[in-house]
């Protein structure tokens, strides 16, 4: 991963996520995946992020949107026996998800991503900044004299075109950014505006 890079609004920089929150998912998914089912973990390494896939679903009453705030345990028979080593790989039921949550914050990128898909949970952990679109797209600004659709949405992680057409616009409208007159088409791009530019 050290010799990935991604596009920040200061230019290309190394990837990097915090460790723990690494860690807590991966563990996470180790001992409460679903062992009834025949299969392994998978840890999948992309350029702009990582993507955890364990078998089987959330347990009990425990969905995508309460994850931090409702507690179950597929195998407590296995936390409860890692918990009698002196330097246990796992927290406390829930605190692990929480740790990995406050440090992707402390290190201001999105929070981990949940979702059920057919019997297996996938977490994404991305390297996307926390601040807003309209934010990212200003702070490229800052550093860069016009920016693309197509960079945009590597910088943002907006996937779709369109909607990041859409952040663009929102700009405009506001008078931050305007159209590089001279570029159209597919090679169209976005500038700081004249009026915000002569008052910098």
């Known amino acids: 991963m050290s010799d990935i890079s991604v596009l920040t609004p200061e230019g290309l920089t190394k990837v990097s996520y915090p460790p723990e929150a690494i860690w807590e998912i991966v563990v996470n998914a180790l001992i409460h995946r679903d062992y009834s089912i025949s299969d392994d973990v998978q840890i999948l390494i992309f ?7 364990s078998p089987g679903k959330l347990p009990g009453h425990v969905t995508v949107n309460n994850i931090l705030d409702v507690r179950d345990s597929r195998n407590p028979k296995i936390v409860k026996a890692l918990r009698r080593y002196k330097d246990a790989p796992n927290q406390d039921l829930g605190e692990g998800l929480n740790t990995a949550f406050d440090k992707m914050k402390e290190w201001k990128l999105q929070p981990p991503y949940f979702e059920e898909r057919d019997n297996y949970l996938k977490v994404t952990i991305g390297h996307n900044p ?18 693309r659709n197509s960079i945009a949405r590597e910088l943002t992680g907006i996937r779709s075109e369109n909607q990041m057409k859409e952040v663009f616009y929102r700009l405009r409208d506001r ?12 090679a169209s791009a976005w500038r700081k505006s004249m009026a915000v530019n002569s008052r910098s």
């Open 47 to 53: 350029q702009n992020r990582i993507e955890v896939i």
């Open 130 to 147: 926390l601040a807003t679109p309209e934010e990212a797209v200003l702070d490229y600004l800052s550093n860069h004299p016009e920016i």
């Open 175 to 186: 008078g931050l950014i305007e159209p590089v007159p001279e570029k159209k088409g597919n």
